[in-house]
């Protein structure tokens, strides 16, 4: 069956970096645009970036743009996504999903930034 | 950026009642080319991720039971649960995927009375 699974959250200090990913497995990976989606404790859903089948296609949310950067290896059916400069609002539950429409989507890692 | 304005923020109603669950867009979502509405619902239920219920604003998502509907065009919408069960407690959203960034309305909480 179609899974995808966050790895790589928790706790950091602000202005430290951390890289999640996301493996997928049950579907075709390499054939799907991607995008990583974020939630902070109690509120409701921020998209931030998505990336083509290809790679060659990226849109960050202006949230986060400059600080994050979202990559994949269609090779080992992963998704990426480094997060540097970190600050204590990017503190929230973070999902893979595929884009536009989430089909698909993992069960989450917490990054606590504090 | 497209804001996605949802109402109410949240609803009791009792078993059996019919749900309905407002989004409005602050442009048309509505794509004149293939004239689909690029506009999703999603369930999100405790420390669950979201699950797809309704795509292309009313096109239900494989699986999703036949009590779900969605309806509109252009900028409003509505998202309708026939006959709510207990196991419909959940969180709503909608979300435009017409242009970058994506966005999702601010939520529903569904409860039981």
């Known amino acids: 069956q179609v899974q995808l699974v966050e790895s790589g959250g928790g706790l950091v200090k602000p202005g430290g970096s951390l890289r999640l990913s996301c493996a997928a497995s049950?579907?075709?990976?390499?054939?799907?645009?991607m995008s990583w989606i974020r939630q902070a404790p109690g509120k409701g859903l921020e998209w931030i970036s998505y990336i083509s089948s290809s790679g060659d296609t990226i849109y960050h949310a202006d949230s986060v743009k400059g600080r994050f950067t979202i990559s994949r290896d269609n090779a080992k059916n992963s998704l990426f996504l480094q997060m540097n400069s970190l600050r204590a609002e990017d503190t929230a539950v973070y999902y893979c999903?595929?884009?536009?429409?989430?089909?698909?989507w993992g069960q989450g890692a917490l990054v606590s930034v504090s | 950026d497209i804001v996605m304005t949802q109402s109410p923020d949240s609803l009791a109603m009792s078993l059996g009642e019919r749900a309905t669950i407002n989004c409005k867009s602050s442009?048309?979502?509505?794509?004149?080319?293939?004239?689909?509405?690029?506009l999703a619902w999603y369930q999100q239920k405790p420390g669950q991720p979201p699950k797809l219920l309704i795509y292309w604003a009313s096109a239900r998502e494989s699986g999703v039971p036949d009590r779900f509907s969605g309806s509109g065009s252009g900028t409003d919408f509505t998202l309708t649960i026939s006959g709510l069960q207990a196991e419909d407690v959940a969180v709503y959203y909608c979300?435009?995927?017409?242009?970058?960034?994506?966005?999702f309305g601010g939520g529903t909480k569904v409860e039981i009375k």
């Open positions: 999903a595929t884009h536009p429409k989430g089909t698909y």
């Open positions: 979300q435009q995927y017409y242009s970058n960034p994506l966005t």
């Open positions: 049950g579907f075709s990976f390499s054939d799907y645009y």
């Open positions: 442009q048309s979502v509505l794509y004149s080319s293939n004239n689909k509405n690029y």
